[in-house]
Structure formats: C-alpha cells, structure tokens
C-alpha cells in the first residue's frame, strides 16, 4: 500500500522560504514521478511542479518557475519542494501525489496516490 506523507508547512511572511518534504512508503519510489500539486481556499487544486523517476525530468507552473525546486532522493524515498521568495498567492494546501508511470507529468490524472496534505501560509 503506498503512503505518502508531507511535511514542512508552516506559517511565513512574503519573502520567506519553505522546504516541503514527501516521504513515501510501499512502492518501488524510482520508478514513479512525483508531482507537487496545491489547492487555495475556494480554488480548484492545481498543478505546481513534476520530476521524473530519475529526475532527469523536470517541469513547474509558471507562476513558481525560478522560485520554487523539485527534488527527489531515491535513495531515502523523498521528493522535496524547495519554496523561496513565497508570496501570499502561494497560500495554499500542498499535496504530494504518485505518478503512475516513470514520465513527469502536469495533469491530476496522471496520479494515482496522494498525501494528506501540508497548509503553506504567506502573509504580507
């Protein structure tokens, strides 16, 4: 059964960094991509940043592109997202989800596992 498990939100002011950490459980982690989603007060859930199983892959929503980084460790079965220079838009829940194959991917329905989510807040 595979388990997802993020962590790291908290309570900032605009300007401030976030790292997001998604553990993972119960799946061989390399071979999947992993994606960061999020979903603000009112909004639909949308897509934040991809990276492939090895992570030579990567894509992100323009509006984080050059402030926010996806990483993994396959090794300790980790995706990271690296958030700077936050911003009160990117208040939100913060969701890890599984892909369902090796290949990054930005729609939802190239997901099939997802963490309970972490509250990023940003204050100006």
């Known amino acids: 059964q595979v388990q997802l498990v993020e962590s790291g939100g908290g309570s900032v002011q605009a300007g401030d960094s976030l790292r997001l950490s998604c553990a993972a459980s119960?799946?061989?982690?390399?071979?999947?991509?992993m994606g960061w989603f999020r979903q603000a007060p009112g909004k639909e859930r949308e897509f934040v940043a991809t990276i492939s199983g090895f992570g030579g892959s990567i894509n992100y929503a323009d509006s984080v592109k050059g402030r926010f980084t996806i990483s993994r460790d396959n090794a300790k079965n980790v995706v990271y997202l690296q958030m700077n220079s936050l911003r009160p838009d990117d208040t939100a829940v913060y969701y890890c989800?599984?892909?369902?194959?090796?290949?990054?991917?930005?729609?939802?329905?190239?997901?099939?596992?997802w963490g309970q989510g972490t509250q990023v807040t940003v204050s100006s």
């Open positions: 989800a599984k892909g369902r194959t090796t290949w990054s991917a930005k729609s939802e329905t190239a997901y099939d596992s």
């Open positions: 119960g799946l061989s982690f390399g071979s999947y991509a």
